[in-house]
């Protein structure tokens, strides 16, 4: 449909509050990575705000953006996204570095033993199996001390019980930590977890 | 921080683009600087010859004497000197007998570059000399032995002067230079000449003063001395036309420098495949990078760092393989060379180095900037479009990189012309055959069987990127046939020219009456000689009625000649019409047929008419047409021919040439002893100089061709690898969904040896046309259509871009869909 703009999300208005967790659910293309995207700075709104802390996302450029999450936001993905290149260790130092972290290495290995991971810091992602792969993109998502953490469908790519553990694993830390938790998921018990569920059909809330 | 550039680039080795870029610029480094080496090193050989055939780095040449207190100036400025003093003289032996001869008088320190020759018989074994003839002595060259009946250490005459005979005389460096056609060779002490008393103001004779210096210190004499040149003093230096083996040597030289601009544009295409698949495969961990907080400049600093240490590992390993390639050959025919190859210094490694430079920033950097693009939204989804298509900017970069380094590097605009449209060719009609042909395959295969129909399928759905592949593929293949092709010719020409058996002695002054008797006494002995050719002296005075200007101090362009004229009525073995008709035999017009070099300097057509001086007689013809012939084929070579009814009445001498093996030399003092009066000019050390080196140089050129054809391959290997990603996706959805290992091969071998089979057509083509510019216009040669190549590069193309397609997708077969698709 050349010329035809298609609206993704409509008339979204959202507050969470810090230290708060949230779900959104939402069929598939509801508009749910969408939304996580432009609240984590990943993507640009055509138009609207967002606003994290007293920072206006939309006043940043993309560079600008970086750097704030950088420095404010940890990700955990459905499809991991770790740097084959790099070993666990160094996957969990990589945002640790990037912010010139003094002492990136000690933090990235007690993060590791945090998530179980202790005597496998130095193999690649291809020598870890899946669950263990997401604990490492756990541990490098809360090693920088994040104000708030987007996780996007993190049991997706793992079997019930993997998954299950993952989540507690997740809420653990993030009860340690104090961060807020933003998360997408289909999964209703993940969902559960959460203070607050959103719902998104069509690109538009829905009050539950 | 670890996480460095040095880091991600050992880790990323394994996904093999790295290993063809890393491959690819230590190829171009290499190839670069090895060639340059060679090619400095042979360029310093060959200017040492040409010195070594002046005897000398600067020469003044004059008829008359040349101011003494000049050498004295050449000492205080730190040049050294020597002095030779060359003229006709009666040679008195044994009371009785005597000899015309052409003496040679030098002076201590002669010569000051290469060396004089002697033996201690006639024609007996040759040793170099440390100097010239002491006082009193005198060397004679070998046939006045048997003309003279004289041997080492008798007593013989010149003018009033009495010397002893020391040695024979062989070659001395600057012979050819200073031939003088008087007679037989005797070389004397310069000191003697007063005590002869023969040199009179106003004979015959030529002076010359050598010096020698480093070339800062001669070129502040030459500043010194130019000024004080008077009418009739010519300064001579090493231009003064290179002799025989320089040519061979030179077109060696062009050769390997389009060897090596060719290996650069393969090697640029190879690393710009690589540096893109690399960029593309990075898209996803940009995004990761930027997702945790990376910025773009981070990630260019990253990237750029990565490209440097990899272009500074590239740079080290190729300027070491550049070293062993020029240390190759001069192992392997720096012997032969007549003089030793000085150091090359490190500007080929400069070179090398700036090459790789270039390489990097115009062909690898363009891709892998666009990375810092690469939007962080890829980790949430991945069909989030990418910034690294390559846009018109990156090709013009990549264009002019390509030409500017092919110039840069041989210095030769024609070349790099000649190349370039081979290359824009290539890419034109690639892209419009390719399109057409792949739009045209659908219709085909919608009928074919069901592997022809998955693999043309294939090949439509993917046009564009398919015909940039044949593109590619057509260039490398192109670029390959080309090389293949120039050193075919090359080393067909030479050895054609030169074959075994190659007249290797001239003969000349044979009177009309020893004609028939040289013949026989040839036959007897059953050597192989050139007929023998009429040869008469004389001067070419007028180009269409206007008279040319006399001086002699124009030694090139439109100026009075003096000539040897011969009398043919066919066209001489060796010889090309290039312009007009030969004559019908037995004509009775005033025709001459005019070497075509020798018509153009003078501004000669055909159709104009000439006058002539034959001894004092005018003579005038009209030229019939202009030949081409080859300078270097030891056969009797004449600029103007004539139909023999025209110069029937004059006096002439006859000449040929013929071949002496080394065990028969002995004929020529039986020879000489008949015949007195013919001059006989030994050339078969040089002969066999030339043989040698060409033997050699042939041998250098094709270690230069596989080196090449690897930059090649690397292009292919390079090529197939950009498209093996999305190839092995579709094989894998098709294997899981059941296709049989033979329909899945057979089909992507058909899609690549299609692709190989439309690129060799291309490359076939093309190559054709940069042949033709190249041998016309820069390899001095003639250019003829090779059919032999066609089925080789259509042929070859097919079945290795076709083998290299199914072996760079073997994994698809060999390994289970599942974790097949998982990965890609």
Not at chain 2, 411 to 431: E, K, P, S
Not at chain 2, 525 to 539: A, F, N, T, V, W
Request: charged content about 20%; some cysteine; hydrophobic content about 45%.
């Amino acid at each position: 449909m050349a010329g035809t703009e298609l609206e993704i999300l409509k008339g979204i208005t959202l507050e969470i509050k810090s230290g708060e967790s949230v779900a959104i659910v939402g069929a598939s293309g509801s508009g749910k990575s969408t939304l996580l995207g432009l609240l984590a700075g990943l993507d640009e709104a055509s138009a609207g705000t967002v606003v994290i802390g007293d920072t206006n996302l939309g006043e940043l450029d993309e560079d600008g953006r970086a750097l704030f999450r950088g420095r404010h936001v940890g990700f955990v993905f459905q499809s991991f996204q770790l740097l084959p290149a790099l070993t666990a260790l160094e996957n969990v130092m990589l945002p640790l570095e990037l912010q010139g972290h003094a002492r990136a290495r000690e933090q990235a290995d007690n993060f590791l033993q945090r998530v179980g991971l202790g005597p496998r810091t130095g193999h690649y992602p291809r020598q870890l199996s899946g669950g263990e792969q997401q604990r490492v993109a756990i541990a490098r998502a809360f090693a920088s001390h994040p104000s708030i953490l987007f996780a996007d469908e993190p049991t997706g790519n793992l079997d019930t019980r993997t998954g299950a553990t993952i989540i507690d694993l997740l809420f653990e830390l993030n009860r340690e930590e104090g961060t807020t938790l933003v998360l997408v998921t289909h999964d209703a018990q993940l969902a559960d977890r959460c203070q607050r569920r959103i719902c998104l059909e069509a690109g538009q809330l829905v009050v539950e | 921080m670890s996480v460095t550039a040095g880091k991600m680039l050992a880790r990323d080795w394994r996904g093999g683009e790295l290993g063809v870029l890393l491959l690819a610029l230590i190829l171009a480094v290499g190839v670069v600087s090895g060639i340059s080496a060679f090619a400095t090193r042979l360029q310093n050989a060959l200017t040492q010859e040409s010195h070594r055939f002046l005897a000398a780095d600067l020469v003044v040449r004059s008829g008359r004497e040349i101011p003494p207190d000049w050498l004295q100036r050449a000492g205080e400025q730190g040049v050294a000197s020597a002095v030779t003093l060359v003229f006709p003289s009666m040679l008195y032996a044994n009371d009785d007998s005597m000899q015309l001869v052409s003496v040679k008088a030098v002076s201590d320190g002669y010569p000051l570059r290469g060396a004089l020759t002697f033996s201690e018989e006639p024609f007996g074994a040759v040793l170099p000399a440390q100097g010239g003839p002491g006082r009193g002595q005198v060397w004679l060259e070998s046939r006045l032995f048997a003309l003279l009946d004289v041997a080492i250490g008798d007593k013989v005459a010149i003018g009033e002067a009495e010397f002893t005979v020391a040695a024979a005389a062989r070659t001395e460096p600057d012979q050819a230079a200073t031939f003088g056609g008087y007679g037989p060779r005797v070389l004397m002490h310069y000191a003697d000449i007063p005590a002869t008393g023969v040199v009179q103001p106003g004979s015959r004779v030529e002076y010359r003063q050598l010096y020698a210096a480093p070339p800062d210190i001669l070129e502040s004499f030459r500043q010194w001395l130019q000024p004080q040149l008077e009418d009739g003093q010519r300064l001579l230096d090493v231009n003064e036309g290179q002799p025989g083996i320089g040519n061979a040597l030179q077109r060696a030289e062009r050769f390997l420098l389009l060897a090596g601009s060719l290996g650069v544009v393969l090697a640029g295409v190879a690393i710009a495949l690589a540096a893109r698949r690399f960029s593309e495969r990075h898209n996803d961990y940009v995004a990761i990078m930027k997702s945790l907080g990376a910025t773009s400049a981070r990630v260019n600093r990253l990237y750029g760092g990565s490209l440097l240490m990899l272009g500074a590992v590239a740079t080290a390993i190729g300027c070491l393989l550049g070293w062993g390639i020029q240390a190759v050959f001069f192992s392997l025919f720096g012997d032969q060379l007549p003089v030793q190859p000085g150091p090359s210094g490190i500007r080929p490694y400069a070179i090398g180095a700036a090459t790789s430079l270039t390489c990097l920033l115009c062909f690898a950097w363009p891709p892998l900037r666009r990375l810092a693009l690469a939007s962080p939204l890829r980790v949430l989804r991945r069909d989030t479009p990418l910034e690294n298509r390559r846009t018109l900017g990156d090709y013009a970069l990549g264009l002019l990189a390509i030409s500017l380094l092919m110039w840069g590097y041989s210095r030769d605009w024609q070349l790099t012309l000649a190349v370039l449209a081979g290359l824009a060719v290539t890419v034109a009609l690639g892209l419009v055959l390719a399109l057409t042909l792949l739009r045209g395959g659908r219709l085909v295969g919608m009928r074919a069987g069901s592997i022809w129909r998955l693999a043309l399928a294939g090949l439509q759905r993917r046009g564009t990127s398919n015909a940039m592949q044949v593109v590619i593929f057509a260039m490398a293949i192109m670029l390959l046939l080309v090389l293949v092709l120039v050193r075919t010719s090359l080393i067909d020409d030479w050895q054609t020219q030169l074959p075994e058996g190659t007249p290797n002695h001239f003969m000349i002054n044979i009177g009309p009456g020893d004609v028939q008797p040289v013949d026989q006494m040839l036959r007897a002995q059953d050597i192989k000689s050139e007929p023998l050719y009429p040869m008469i002296r004389g001067r070419i005075m007028a180009v269409r009625g206007e008279a040319l200007p006399a001086s002699d101090d124009r030694e090139e362009g439109r100026r009075q000649r003096e000539s040897n004229f011969t009398w043919s009525d066919t066209l001489p073995e060796g010889n090309r019409l290039f312009a007009g008709q030969w004559w019908a035999p037995g004509t009775d017009e005033a025709l001459v047929s005019v070497e075509r070099e020798f018509a153009e300097r003078l501004g000669i057509e055909v159709g104009d008419t000439v006058g002539f001086l034959v001894g004092s007689e005018p003579l005038e013809a009209r030229v019939a047409n202009l030949r081409e012939l080859d300078w270097q084929s030891m056969r009797p070579n004449f600029f103007l021919i004539f139909p023999p009814r025209l110069l029937a009445d004059y006096p002439a001498t006859f000449m040929t040439s013929f071949y002496l093996a080394p065990q028969d030399k002995g004929f020529l003092n039986r020879f000489i002893r008949q015949f007195p009066t013919v001059t006989v000019i030994e050339m078969d050390v040089v002969v066999e100089q030339i043989r040698t080196i060409v033997q050699q140089v042939s041998a250098a050129i094709e270690l230069v061709l596989a080196v090449i054809l690897a930059a090649g391959s690397l292009v292919l290997v390079a090529g197939v690898q950009a498209s093996v990603d999305a190839r092995m996706h579709e094989s894998a959805i098709l294997r899981a969904l059941g296709a049989r290992r033979s329909l899945v091969l057979g089909g992507l071998f058909i899609e690549f040896a299609a692709l190989g089979l439309f690129a060799g057509l291309l490359a076939t083509v093309a190559a054709e046309l940069s042949v033709y510019m190249l041998q016309e216009w820069v390899m001095d040669m003639r250019y003829t259509l090779s059919p032999r190549i066609w089925p080789l590069g259509i042929g070859a193309g097919m079945l290795l871009i076709g083998g290299l397609g199914v072996f760079s997708c073997r994994r698809v077969v060999s390994s289970p869909p599942v974790a097949l698709l998982r990965e890609l």
